[in-house]
């Protein structure tokens, strides 16, 4: 099975503060993708990678950076966090490219900024 | 630009009824189309995969069709049980998956 696993289920940051969220796959999939999830906006994809060292940013990149200095690590940064960061924020990784693989999940960080 | 919409946003079903969940889409291209399953709180669990060159997959009570042309795609789930209660979300592949806003199903026992 696919295990997926992000390190914090609940954080709670103040504004301006840097934070990091990380995100571990154990499948030796190349691809992982950061995703916020709010409620009636639904899921939107922050970044992705689809190599180490590689990124691409996704829909809403601003506020956000990434880091991928190992294949089964991907971290995301909030620079300086503010309060409209506040949200339900979900790892997931794919294998390769192929259009034929799902993406698995992991389940999520629950972040405040307060 | 892809969008994804899935109706109705909440529905309640009693024990044993079949679920029939909706997603459409607005641009055909697509690659793949991805079921999964959202409980409060919790990550996503992907259910189904349907590739663009096929018209259903199936697992255990759950079937999901794909119909490209029409922009649709249709999860059933057969025999509903309390445990089903969850949110259900499709999404599209292109270039990167375009999600829908979900449907929340309840379940009563």
């Known amino acids: 099975d696919v295990k997926v696993t992000q390190s914090s289920r609940y954080l709670v940051k103040r504004t301006g503060e840097k934070v990091f969220l990380e995100c571990v796959q154990d499948?030796?999939?190349?691809?992982m993708f950061w995703y916020r999830q709010d409620p009636g906006l639904g899921l939107r994809l922050i970044y992705f990678?689809?190599?180490?060292?590689?990124?691409e940013k996704g829909d809403i990149p601003e506020g956000y950076s990434v880091s991928r200095e190992k294949k089964e690590r991907f971290s995301l940064i909030l620079e300086s966090a503010s309060t409209n960061q506040t949200s339900m924020y979900l790892c997931?990784?794919?294998?390769?490219?192929?259009?034929?693989?799902?993406?698995?999940f992991g389940d999520g960080t629950r972040l405040s900024i307060l | 630009k892809q969008e994804v919409t899935q109706i109705p946003a909440a529905l309640s079903v009693p024990e044993g009824e079949n679920l029939v969940l909706n997603c459409s889409f607005t641009?055909?291209?697509?690659?793949?189309l991805q079921w999964f399953r959202q409980d409060p709180g919790k990550g996503l669990t992907s259910l189904l995969l349907?590739?663009?060159?096929?018209r259903e997959q199936t697992s255990g009570r759950l079937n999901a069709s794909l119909d490209k042309s029409s922009g649709r795609s249709t999860l059933y789930i057969a025999a509903s049980q309390p445990g089903d209660s969850a949110t259900y979300l499709c999404?599209?592949?292109?270039?990167?998956?375009?999600f829908g806003g979900g449907t929340r199903v309840l379940v009563k026992p």
């Open positions: 997931a990784s794919s294998f390769s490219g192929a259009s034929n693989q799902p993406q698995h």
């Open positions: 499948m030796d999939h190349e691809n």
């Open positions: 990678s689809y190599d180490v060292k590689m990124k």
């Open positions: 641009d055909s291209a697509i690659y793949n």
């Open positions: 349907i590739q663009s060159s096929q």
């Open positions: 999404a599209v592949k292109e270039n990167k998956l375009t």
